[in-house]
């Protein structure tokens, strides 16, 4: 089982959300895995809006059953059964709401709501997270800034990659790589969010001036996929996007990239697990 958290420095929009949400769908279309994408975030609702749209009907049955569609977050009676200490694997999947059945699964954050302080709220996550690591073949964990940053830590440790998210300019990527010196050089991966490829600072020029030997993975700015992620058909999307075959089409450029990102994702958790193995 192997936990990757998105993570940025907090300091700008890095698209780290909407990262996430591409990779967990690629995954989900391209590989026979059991994925859950957790929320780890307060009064947050752009995973939500990814996938569902409550002012519309949304088709569902080509994807999903209807378990969890009618709940607004799972994270309140989950927490209850946190704090009792009874949380175990199987209990999760009570409070998740399905994309595609028995491969992409969401737990989305706490709303504004919640009673529980930032430190219970942070503490819950990290409990949750542990156990959902258990059950699910990868575990995505979208790391919201606002959570405890003792809990925050506890959840970077303990995964197995930290994808830690910069925008284009050498200031974001130093913010980010600054923040993230506590953790193992082979425990993290830099990705760029909200790639420009018109901008001077291509991925290449970017590596040469960090010295990196292989060429930087990014998720592109998509107008199409900010739209789709608006109106709640990001699989829609995702789903008719992979028959693109024109390499001249913007869209391609998009959807190759996020595939790259996404391999080099499944790339390093199964060299984390071959080394687990040694």
């Given at each position: 089982?192997s936990?990757?958290t998105?993570?940025?420095?907090?300091?700008?929009?890095?698209?780290?959300?909407?990262a996430?949400?591409?990779?967990?769908?690629?995954?989900?279309?391209?590989?026979?895995?059991r994925?859950?994408?957790?929320?780890?975030?307060?009064?947050?609702?752009?995973?939500?809006?990814?996938?569902?749209?409550?002012?519309?009907?949304k088709?569902?049955?080509?994807?999903?059953?209807?378990?969890?569609?009618?709940?607004?977050?799972?994270m309140?009676?989950?927490?209850?059964?946190?704090?009792?200490?009874?949380?175990?694997?199987?209990?999760?999947?009570?409070?998740?709401?399905?994309?595609?059945?028995?491969?992409?699964?969401?737990?989305l954050?706490?709303?504004?709501?919640?009673?529980?302080?930032?430190?219970?709220v942070?503490?819950?996550?990290?409990?949750?997270?542990?156990?959902?690591?258990?059950?699910?073949?990868?575990?995505?964990v979208?790391?919201?800034?606002?959570?405890n940053?003792?809990?925050?830590?506890?959840?970077l440790?303990?995964?197995?990659?930290?994808?830690?998210?910069?925008?284009?300019?050498?200031?974001?990527?130093?913010?980010?790589?600054?923040?993230?010196?506590?953790?193992p050089?082979?425990?993290?991966?830099?990705?760029?969010?909200?790639?420009?490829?018109r901008?001077?600072y291509?991925?290449?020029?970017?590596?040469?001036?960090?010295?990196?030997?292989?060429?930087?993975?990014?998720?592109?700015?998509?107008?199409?996929?900010?739209e789709?992620?608006?109106?709640?058909?990001?699989t829609d999307?995702?789903?008719?996007?992979?028959?693109?075959?024109d390499?001249?089409?913007?869209?391609?450029?998009?959807?190759?990239h996020?595939?790259?990102?996404?391999?080099?994702i499944?790339?390093?958790?199964?060299?984390?697990?071959?080394?687990?193995?040694?």
């Amino acid at each position: 089982m192997s936990i990757v958290t998105f993570w940025g420095s907090g300091e700008e929009q890095v698209g780290k959300t909407l990262a996430v949400v591409a990779v967990a769908t690629t995954m989900a279309i391209e590989h026979n895995k059991r994925i859950l994408v957790i929320s780890a975030s307060y009064n947050n609702n752009t995973l939500k809006k990814c996938y569902w749209n409550d002012a519309v009907t949304k088709k569902n049955s080509m994807f999903a059953p209807s378990k969890g569609v009618e709940l607004d977050s799972g994270m309140e009676g989950l927490a209850k059964i946190v704090q009792s200490g009874k949380i175990n694997p199987n209990s999760i999947t009570d409070y998740t709401r399905v994309v595609f059945k028995d491969r992409l699964e969401v737990l989305l954050g706490f709303g504004k709501e919640t009673l529980l302080t930032n430190e219970d709220v942070g503490k819950i996550y990290s409990d949750i997270v542990q156990a959902a690591g258990q059950y699910y073949d990868i575990v995505l964990v979208d790391l919201d800034n606002e959570i405890n940053q003792v809990s925050a830590n506890e959840i970077l440790k303990n995964s197995n990659l930290v994808v830690t998210m910069a925008t284009q300019k050498m200031s974001s990527i130093n913010a980010v790589r600054k923040n993230s010196e506590i953790l193992p050089a082979n425990q993290k991966m830099l990705l760029i969010g909200r790639y420009d490829r018109r901008s001077k600072y291509t991925l290449k020029n970017l590596a040469r001036t960090l010295g990196e030997k292989t060429e930087l993975k990014a998720i592109p700015y998509s107008t199409l996929y900010f739209e789709a992620a608006e109106e709640g058909v990001v699989t829609d999307l995702f789903l008719k996007l992979r028959r693109i075959e024109d390499k001249n089409d913007v869209n391609y450029f998009f959807i190759e990239h996020v595939k790259r990102a996404t391999q080099e994702i499944t790339k390093r958790m199964q060299d984390d697990k071959l080394m687990r193995m040694r």
